[in-house]
């Protein structure tokens, strides 16, 4: 059974920091590029930072970029997403998302709160 579960969101204030995770079960972790994805009500999922299978590439969003980190720990099947200097239009449910050629799986999600 696949599984991605997120954790390590919550309330924050600005300029704040804190570290998502996404454990991963079921599949073979190591052969998927992983992503973090941000939604807002009313508003499309958005592509916030992601990385390929062997750890080496990384892309971000222009909004983040400079303030996360994303990384995988392929041992622990794990991917993070560190967050630092956080904003208030930051706030959103964050989704962890594993992609191969042939599969695709998405997260629950963890909200994430940006506010003093």
């Known amino acids: 059974q696949v599984q991605l579960v997120e954790s390590g969101g919550g309330l924050v204030q600005p300029g704040g920091s804190l570290r998502l995770s996404c454990a991963a079960s079921?599949?073979?972790?190591?052969?998927?590029?992983m992503s973090w994805y941000r939604q807002t009500p009313g508003q499309e999922r958005e592509l916030v930072a992601n990385?390929?299978?062997?750890?080496?590439?990384?892309n971000y969003a222009d909004s983040v970029k400079g303030r996360f980190t994303i990384s995988r720990d392929n041992a622990k099947n794990t991917v993070y997403l560190q967050m630092n200097s956080l904003k208030p239009e930051d706030t959103a449910v964050y989704y962890c998302?594993?992609?191969?050629?042939?599969?695709?799986?998405w997260g629950q999600g963890t909200q994430v709160t940006v506010s003093s």
């Open positions: 079921g599949f073979r972790f190591s052969l998927y590029d």
């Open positions: 990385i390929a299978a062997a750890g080496g590439v990384t």
């Open positions: 998302y594993a992609r191969f050629p042939s599969a695709r799986f």
